[in-house]
């Protein structure tokens, strides 16, 4: 088994006074027992090996001791016979609706077949039945689940669901940019865009550092006119026309 349930309370109220190592050492007992299906060896050295604390065999026989059986076979655990036996019974169980469903619907095609032989050749049908649904993508990590939401608004207003694909394309360009996650998105609801492009981001930089260059031409025009028309002969300043 590579999945069991593990019921937190129910575990503290019977390991609520073994030590850390103690602790430690059930757990890992568990996994092993889970994961292989069959009971710990008897050799305590040899178990200490097996869950990786070659230095705590004193904690591993007392764990042992406590919560599992010694057999010929070897150490088994109560718990976990019970919870591999559940699981294989269900996993049984599935099994065999699933070749019960398997059979009915074999048999219904092999009648509807014996029904009506159509001689005339089929092509096959290009067309899918039924589309595979994307998959939504969760806020990322590196990602503020705020400005994440603002910009899923944005893309939803747009028609855009959010899917692996194009999360991962949009990322590509955040990274041609040099921007990071947070930094492409705050840029993208900031501009109330949908989606980002470098090419896009690259212009507007342009354009910005074109409307500020012309700005600072102007001030500079003014200030020049400003200062060539308070000045006067006197060396007193006066504003023009006065």
Request: glycine share 4%.
């Amino acid at each position: 088994m590579h999945y069991y349930q593990f019921n937190i309370g129910d575990y503290q109220s019977h390991t609520a006074h073994l030590s850390l190592e103690e602790d430690l050492a059930y757990r890992r007992l568990l996994d092993w027992c889970y994961l292989h299906e069959r009971p710990l060896p008897k050799d305590h050295k040899q178990i200490a090996r097996l869950i990786r604390m070659p230095t705590h065999s004193e904690c591993i026989a007392i764990v042992l001791l406590e919560f599992f059986q010694e057999t010929d076979e070897g150490y088994f655990s109560t718990r976990v016979e019970q919870e591999v036996q559940r699981v294989n019974d269900k996993a049984e169980k599935a099994r065999c609706s699933a070749r019960k469903r398997w059979d009915a619907n074999a048999l219904q095609t092999q009648s509807k077949s014996n029904a009506t032989q159509d001689t005339i050749p089929k092509t096959h049908n290009t067309i899918p039945i039924r589309e595979k649904k994307a998959t939504v993508v969760a806020c990322p990590l590196t990602v503020e689940q705020q400005v994440w939401s603002d910009w899923l608004q944005i893309r939803k207003a747009k028609g855009l669901p959010m899917t692996e694909t194009a999360w991962s394309q949009i990322q590509n360009e955040f990274r041609k940019s040099n921007l990071s996650d947070q930094q492409g998105i705050e840029y993208c609801c900031l501009s109330n865009w949908a989606a980002f492009k470098t090419a896009w981001y690259e212009k507007n930089m342009q354009e910005q550092k074109s409307g500020l260059s012309k700005q600072g031409q102007v001030n500079q025009n003014v200030m020049s006119g400003l200062t060539r028309g308070l000045i006067k002969g006197d060396g007193n300043v006066k504003l023009l026309g006065s």
